[in-house]
């Protein structure tokens, strides 16, 4: 279930699942703060990218294909559709999960906060999904005429917070990928991140029961 606090004094309040014993901590920053500075790198990059997007039409169109303006416009639109992108995290989780998505209290920094463990999978799923926000107006930048100067322009700014805000993700996906196996499952508690093996975790009653009647059924035979 996803519910929407405007105001989030304390992460750790809305990360607080049943970690279990074989947890093992993945080492990352201690803050939503320290993470931002933590991979400032990988934003610089995406940043890189997409002006050499840019550069790349204008030279291959051989004039200018972005009405500046309205790159400020896009980007101030795509600002707009941050909580879109914590909405996006959200929907990953499986109904069962307690998915919180507000502001921190005091800055301009949107949150999906959960406490839920995923396969490894679906969490790089989970923080990689809001990626659709950047990639869909880049690729319409991309294929519009240099003509569309006003549209390339929106397309290219709502391109730029699309693709660059989910750089924190994108760090704790690199996280996840360095110290973690195909089979482990990743999940938050409080401030931090855990993997561990799952196994009949997900199951519920029924399938349980399902497992003891199969194997009932063999000692049988």
Known sequence: MIKIVWSINDINKYQTGSLPDDAVKIETPQSVGDLMKKAVPIAAILCVFLFIAMLCKTIICKTVVISPIFILVGFTFGFLLLIIHEWL????YPKGADVTIGRIKGKTTFVALASYPLKRNR?????LLPFVLGLVPFILFVISPAEFRVFNGLNFGMACMGMVSPFPD???VLAVLRNSEKSDSIMFYKNDMYRFLKFLVDCT???IGKYKSATQNILEK
């Open 170 to 172: 994108v760090f704790n």
């Open 205 to 207: 009653v029924d399938q």
């Open 89 to 92: 995290h959200g929907i990953v």
């Open 123 to 127: 969490f790089i799923l989970m923080c």
